[in-house]
């Protein structure tokens, strides 16, 4: 499988991702130092707490990790075991340099089992070196928004530098969870993966907990170090939805995150308003149109409110030109509830509007207009020229008037110019 490029893998994320809804929702009981809950298709903050406050993450590093794999390359591919992969330390599968495992093993190894030397081996499969992979993690955090956000290593093990905040894994989670190799992991509660050179294979056993205690649960991951304390990013699917609760240094993981789960299912509900394609029955005026454009929605709208409250709508359209392609975005639906701003959707043309017929004929009565009015001008200065050339030749020449001076015995007998009167030959005076 060839994952696909980020920039379409942002696609898969709500519009409203960048400023999703908030609900201050009352959930006592939970202990937690850092947390929130969160719907996964839209964003809508159900429950926070301390939720931009940078925490060690320990292992909840590894849904970083796995994204990244999964979006740069086949996950059937084999890669070979390099000897810091090997002597990578803490939890790990064991394996050895010089081993070959699929791509698909060392993600299941290092979501299902939180090895840390699967994440390693990914991380050289993918970038080619451990540094090379931890500038590609910041990079990708900081496409995903995720901005109090720092990694400094592949697997999570404690470093002053490798930091993150719980609504900053709340990104990274929603965005893992879209990938459907992803979501099939962290669901898997056992799974055997070949040990090259063995006899027998890896039996791997879901440290989450949650996943066999409470069948509503479906993801994601566990984490723990010394300083992080126990961290959890733990999904439940109910009627359709998808709820993820990020809980951080907390003395009791596995409650505070059903609990928080559990109270956002029982206070919220999931509504979906409009469907592609509905047409609410607004028109747009259409600028030099032959008719008003009918409008639909351009996509379906999810909004997370609370129980028995009810939804109000309101449409911002704008003035649309001559001609409207079918689909042309034309306005906003927005969806509240309350004074809360919980949906919206787009606005599209629902047919084409053509030009009306005066509009349509318009430019070329425009161009004839011109080329009458350019004719007529040429016409006129040729008939100018023609009566300047007439009269000049029509004229007299300047010395046509004169009188000439008579030479010296014109006239007198015998004289050349007599001569010359008489028809006979002239000649030349001196």
């Known amino acids: 499988m060839v994952a696909s490029a980020w920039g379409v893998c942002l696609l898969l994320l709500h519009p409203l991702s960048a400023n999703p809804p908030r609900w201050e929702t009352q959930v006592p009981g939970v202990r937690a130092t850092a ?8 964003g809508t903050v159900l429950w926070e707490r301390q939720a931009d406050k940078r925490m060690y993450p320990a292992s909840l590093t590894k849904v970083m990790t796995a994204l990244l794999t999964l979006e740069h390359g086949d996950i059937d591919r084999a890669v070979t075991i390099s000897e810091r992969t090997a002597n990578t330390g803490e939890t790990g599968i064991l394996v050895e340099a010089g081993n070959r495992f699929s791509v698909r093993s060392l993600l299941y190894a290092c979501l299902v089992y ?19 992979f931890v500038e590609l993690m910041n990079k990708r955090a900081e496409t995903l ?8 290593n592949p697997h999570g093990l404690h470093n002053d530098r490798h930091y993150a905040t719980a609504a900053d894994l709340s990104l990274i989670a929603r965005q893992a969870l879209a ?3 992803f979501a099939q992991i962290v669901r898997t509660k056992r799974v055997v993966i070949p040990w090259p050179g063995k006899k027998w294979n890896h039996v791997l056993y879901n440290k989450n907990r949650l996943l066999s205690r ?23 699917t109910c009627k359709g939805w998808q709820l993820l ?34 047409r609410p029955g607004t028109e747009a005026a259409v600028r030099h149109g032959r008719a008003p454009c009918p409008l639909k929605i351009g996509r379906a709208v ?9 939804l109000r709508s309101s449409s911002t359209v704008g003035e649309l030109n001559a001609p409207v392609r079918s689909e042309q975005a034309a306005g906003t639906l927005t969806f509240r509830c309350g004074r809360q701003v919980v949906g919206q959707a787009p606005l599209v043309a629902g047919a084409d509007v053509p030009l009306a017929f005066w509009w349509r004929v318009r430019p070329y009565l425009l161009r004839l207009l011109i080329l ?33 001076r008579r030479r010296p015995g014109y006239g007198q007998r015998g004289s050349g110019d007599e001569a010359r009167d008489a028809g006979g030959p002239r000649h030349r005076l001196d």
Request: proline share 4%; with cysteine; net charge positive.
């Open 35 to 42: 947390g929130i809950l969160v719907e996964v298709e839209t």
């Open 114 to 132: 939180s090895a840390n030397d699967a994440s390693v081996a990914l991380a050289e499969a993918t970038a080619g070196s451990v540094p090379r």
């Open 145 to 152: 928004g995720a901005t109090h956000t720092h990694f400094a």
């Open 179 to 181: 990938e459907p190799a």
């Open 214 to 236: 409470w069948d509503q649960c479906d993801g994601v991951k566990t984490g723990y170090t010394k300083q992080a304390g126990n961290c959890l990013l733990a999904s439940a």
């Open 245 to 278: 609760a990020v809980v951080l240094q907390s003395k009791d993981t596995w409650t505070d995150a059903r609990t928080l789960l559990e109270a956002g299912f029982a206070k919220y509900e999931r509504l979906v308003p409009v469907e592609r394609g509905q």
């Open 302 to 310: 999810t909004c997370i409110v609370p129980k028995g409250r009810q």
């Open 372 to 404: 009458t009015v350019v004719l007529a001008g040429v016409r006129l200065l040729y008939g100018t020229f023609a009566e300047t050339d007439r009269f000049r030749w029509s004229r007299k020449p300047p010395w046509s008037g004169r009188t000439r």
